[in-house]
């Protein structure tokens, strides 16, 4: 297994912001790295990308963090070399689709990564892919062509404010596309699905719900449909 000085990892900014951070991984991981050392079984990976003759850390960023915090200078790595960087950066993609509890904020950085990776002003439709734009791009990023469609609505309507407050966790894809178009313009099925998602939200539990008066679910329904 070979070794990498911290200090001489080059990054790119498409594949830092591919994935958020999160805050609470990336303590645990500093912890043990602090009380044990680097573990060689999880390494970063270095991509060499032969077009633009590139270096740079393709996965492990939050490990890399945490072996700063720990007080670490270097970390094992394995190396891979792709044609492109729009190769390496399916990989990428790929790798973290295959990893459980994938929040919407991933999803978001990642739909928004796969699209900027997209030769300017045209439609991606590498050969051998098939299909609308929206589910190419789904189909990469392992989730739907509904919820790739409403990452980019909420990209080109939306506010920074709002943008940011998905790629922060703050605020689900649903919610924030619901913003975005506004609740009348939802299809009858949206409105019922954001109609439960809030009265979840307001009686935290089903068995909150069930035991509430029937007349105090009819006056937040209607109090949601004002909005």
């Known amino acids: 297994m070979k070794i ?4 001489l990892i080059t990054y790119r900014a498409t594949f830092e912001s591919l994935f958020p951070k999160e805050e609470d991984v990336i303590n645990r991981i500093t912890r043990d790295m602090y009380d044990r050392g680097y573990n060689k079984a999880f390494p970063v990976i270095i991509a060499n990308v032969k077009q633009g003759e590139l270096r740079f850390l393709l996965d ?6 945490a072996a700063k ?3 670490l200078k270097a970390v094992f790595f394995e190396e891979m070399t792709f044609n492109s960087e729009r190769h390496a950066l399916e990989y990428a993609v790929k790798v973290q689709r295959n990893r459980r509890n994938i929040k919407d904020s991933t999803i978001y950085s990642r739909i928004i990564a796969i699209d900027k990776s997209k030769a300017p002003g045209r439609i991606w ?3 051998k892919e098939k299909g609308k734009s929206s589910e190419i791009t789904a189909r990469k990023a392992g989730t739907s062509s509904r919820k790739v469609e409403q990452v980019r609505t909420i990209r080109k309507r939306g506010t920074p404010e709002l943008n940011k407050s998905v790629e922060n966790g703050e605020k689900s894809i649903n919610a924030a596309y619901r913003e975005t178009i506004g609740f009348n313009a939802l299809t009858i099925s949206q409105k019922v699905e954001a109609i439960m998602e809030l009265m979840r939200k307001e009686f935290k539990e089903a068995a909150a719900l069930d035991k509430c008066d029937s007349v105090i679910i009819q006056m937040k ?5 004002k909005k």
């Open 221 to 225: 329904i209607e109090d949601i449909l």
């Open 69 to 71: 915090k720990a007080g």
């Open 125 to 127: 439709r590498p050969e």
């Open 4 to 7: 990498i000085d911290i200090g």
């Open 60 to 65: 492990g960023h939050q490990r890399v963090i």
